[in-house]
């Protein structure tokens, strides 16, 4: 009975978690890069305190000047991402559109170069076409771009704990009537 309640409070949270993501996509966003931030922060917060406990015993190496700065950048890093997360994604997601932008007129640039030495289908196009589209809405559109793979998220997490319950409530009838079974275990002759 405790394994039911535990499958269902986790199908329930996963049902929630879906339905925020494909309702609120924008806010999933920022809190992953809030996320990240906080996996710079807290390295950093670590990397300080533990260079400063070593330089109060003057035990440290002078060839590791270096360890406080980095500390500090990932610290400064870490801020600037919980605090202005919205601006990262924007920054993220233009860097990405260039990126395919970039990729898609360069394989277009090398199909076309190939067509001097052997023939290329017309077909083989299509993805260097699909790429260099992909970048140019991502480049006129970057913040609802950044919000479709948390859409795709969600509405996997409903899907899952939609089929859970149906498997839980299904076949946790059946699991009634079956009796605790010892295994016989098996005589070498």
């Not at 500090?72 to 600037?80: A, K, N, Q, T, Y």
Request: hydrophobic content about 60%.
């Amino acid at each position: 009975m405790k394994s039911l309640n535990y499958a269902l409070v986790s199908s329930l949270c996963a049902l929630v978690i879906g339905i925020l993501l494909v309702v609120r996509p924008d806010i999933a966003v920022n809190y992953l890069i809030i996320a990240i931030g906080a996996l710079f922060l807290i390295p950093g917060l670590v990397g300080m305190l533990s260079y400063f406990s070593v330089w109060k015993t003057k035990s440290f190496d002078k060839n590791q000047w270096y360890i406080p700065l980095v500390a500090l950048g990932s610290i400064f890093l870490g801020v600037c991402l919980i605090l202005s997360p919205s601006f990262f994604v924007e920054i993220l997601m233009y860097v990405l559109g260039v990126l395919l932008v970039l990729g898609g007129i360069g394989q277009l640039a090398n199909l076309i170069a190939a067509r001097a030495f052997v023939p290329v289908p017309l077909g083989i196009y299509v993805v260097p076409v699909l790429v260099l589209a992909a970048g140019v809405t991502v480049l006129f559109n970057p913040f609802a771009t950044a919000e479709l793979p948390f859409i795709v998220l969600g509405i996997s997490s409903i899907v899952y704990a939609l089929m859970d319950m149906v498997r839980l409530l299904r076949f946790h009838k059946k699991d009634k009537n079956v009796q605790d079974v010892t295994p016989i275990e098996e005589t070498k002759e």
